[in-house]
């Protein structure tokens, strides 16, 4: 995990996200949104009027009951037996917009009070209204390898691992999240990519006119692609029964 000095905070990257999938049935997506980049101890306060366009509420992460993301974050961690990452924290995940949020996923970039990186936490939801956590430790190249515990995808079963690379984003944001499957096929790709932007009120405003109702858009265009894939003849996958929203699995990259 690769020590490189913060971005400036908070920032908005304005991103592409691109899923690819190879078996059993070839498809490629790609969607524009915007990310907020944010310091879990100094979240924005915006002027008034903008408010509705973003809001960081602690209901929408982890256990959903903690009185801040800060809170529930160290709650996490706690459980997970990390006791270092007391320091700056970094959060890249979708603000509420007009009352309504959904982050496919969200990162979190952990450091000691020294400014050392101590370990990522990527909190995944799914359309279902379950959320999961995975505590990574990526190595000197930013990737990390972890186990699929969660039912994400209605097209894929809970199997294979994942394969992260997770740089702290800087000037540009670029990551990548790979399912690789024991039987070494890689079924599905996704990047997401782009570019900083200081979090100013007119740079918001510009993101939200460009993509209206973003996170609502978010939610919707997988419900769209999940019914071109059914119709493309993939079937559902039984859903497993709900689990722990905690994992204590972690490794680093390998080749």
Same mark, same amino acid.
């Given at each position: 995990?690769?020590?490189?000095?913060?971005?400036?905070?908070?920032?908005?990257? #304005?991103? #592409?996200?691109?899923?690819?999938? @190879?078996?059993?049935?070839?498809?490629?997506? $790609?969607?524009?949104?915007?990310?907020?980049?944010?310091?879990?101890?100094?979240?924005?306060?915006?002027?008034?009027?903008? $408010?509705?366009?973003?809001?960081?509420?602690?209901?929408?992460?982890?256990?959903?009951d903690a009185p801040s993301l &800060?809170?529930?974050?160290?709650?996490?961690?706690?459980?997970?037996?990390?006791?270092?990452?007391?320091?700056? @924290?970094?959060?890249?995940?979708?603000?509420?917009?007009?009352?309504?949020?959904?982050?496919?996923?969200?990162?979190?970039? *952990?450091?000691?009070?020294?400014?050392?990186?101590? *370990?990522?936490?990527?909190?995944?939801?799914?359309?279902?209204?379950?959320?999961? *956590?995975?505590?990574?430790?990526?190595?000197?190249?930013?990737?990390?390898?972890?186990?699929?515990?969660?039912? +994400?995808?209605?097209?894929?079963?809970? #199997?294979?691992?994942?394969?992260?690379?997770?740089?702290?984003?800087?000037?540009?944001?670029?990551?990548? @999240? /790979?399912?690789?499957?024991?039987?070494?096929? &890689?079924?599905?790709?996704?990047?997401?990519?782009?570019?900083?932007r200081p979090a100013r009120p007119?740079?918001?405003?510009?993101?939200?006119?460009?993509?209206?109702?973003?996170?609502?858009? +978010?939610?919707?265009?997988?419900? $769209?692609?999940?019914?071109?894939?059914?119709?493309?003849?993939?079937?559902v996958r039984p859903r497993p /029964?709900?689990?722990?929203?905690?994992?204590?699995?972690?490794? #680093?990259?390998?080749?």
């Open positions: 995990m690769t020590g490189i000095a913060p971005p400036p905070v908070p920032a908005l990257y #304005e991103t #592409e996200v691109a899923h690819t999938r @190879v078996t059993p049935v070839p498809y490629a997506l $790609r969607h524009r949104t915007y990310l907020w980049l944010v310091d879990l101890d100094d979240l924005p306060v915006l002027p008034r009027p903008l $408010r509705p366009f973003a809001r960081f509420d602690p209901r929408d992460h982890f256990d959903g &800060r809170a529930g974050l160290d709650a996490y961690l706690a459980a997970q037996g990390v006791r270092d990452a007391d320091g700056q @924290v970094l959060m890249l995940a979708h603000a509420r917009v007009l009352g309504y949020v959904f982050n496919p996923l969200t990162l979190y970039w *952990c450091h000691d009070r020294a400014g050392r990186p101590v *370990c990522v936490v990527a909190e995944v939801h799914n359309t279902y209204g379950g959320r999961h *956590c995975y505590l990574l430790r990526p190595d000197a190249r930013d990737r990390a390898d972890v186990a699929k515990e969660f039912y +994400v995808s209605p097209f894929l079963d809970v #199997e294979g691992a994942y394969r992260m690379r997770l740089p702290l984003p800087g000037p540009r944001l670029d990551l990548t @999240v /790979q399912l690789r499957h024991p039987d070494g096929s &890689r079924p599905l790709t996704a990047t997401v990519r782009g570019a900083h007119r740079t918001l405003l510009a993101a939200a006119l460009r993509h209206p109702w973003s996170t609502a858009a +978010v939610a919707i265009g997988i419900r $769209r692609h999940g019914i071109r894939l059914y119709l493309k003849g993939l079937r /029964q709900p689990r722990s929203r905690t994992t204590s699995t972690v490794q #680093e990259g390998t080749p």
